[in-house]
């Protein structure tokens, strides 16, 4: 569902058009080993993603980036502290809310896939996807079976 609202509604960047989608590359990461830290730079930059929490003047805030952000965009661990407090909503210094900051380093497995690994994918799965779809019909019909004979045992009372 996210990945819908993101590819054709998100108000950042333009709808994907039929043009682009043989080019599209879909990558998944695998959050893992979540560890709660004392010390908001004990973490290592292309290692672990960091999430923070905190609340100030009675509203909370929360964030997060992905292992990958602070190399990809050649930042120091001060440096993805503070667009991190920003992407939060947050536009305080960190000196403000530290002792309120609640921390978590986590690490991710990171799988892409191109369009044409989807597509041979489907074309290799076409019988699981027809079985899916078989049961998933089965279930519809079994449920609007059983809401009949309610109905039709609350009409008999």
């Not at 908001?40 to 960091?50: A, C, L, R, S, V």
């Not at 690994?117 to 799965?125: Q, W």
Request: hydrophobic residues 30%; aromatic residues 12%.
């Amino acid at each position: 569902m996210y990945s819908l609202i993101s590819a054709f509604k998100d108000s950042r960047f333009p709808p994907i058009s039929l043009k682009e989608i043989p080019f599209l590359t879909c990558t998944v990461s695998l959050l893992q080993n979540f560890e709660n830290i004392k010390d908001p730079y004990d973490w290592e930059i292309g290692k672990h993603g960091i999430q923070i929490e905190f609340k100030c003047n009675g509203e909370r805030y929360s964030g997060t980036y992905l292992p990958d952000v602070a190399s990809e965009q050649n930042w120091s661990q001060t440096q993805t502290i503070k667009e991190l407090l920003r992407k939060a909503g947050y536009v305080g210094k960190l000196e403000t809310i530290k002792d309120s900051l609640e921390v978590k380093r986590y690490q991710s497995l990171k799988r892409r896939a191109t369009f044409l690994d989807y597509l041979d994918f489907i074309t290799k799965n076409k019988t699981y996807f027809k079985l899916s779809e078989q049961n998933a019909m089965n279930e519809e019909e079994e449920e609007e079976e059983e809401e009949e004979e309610e109905y039709s045992e609350e009409d008999r009372k």
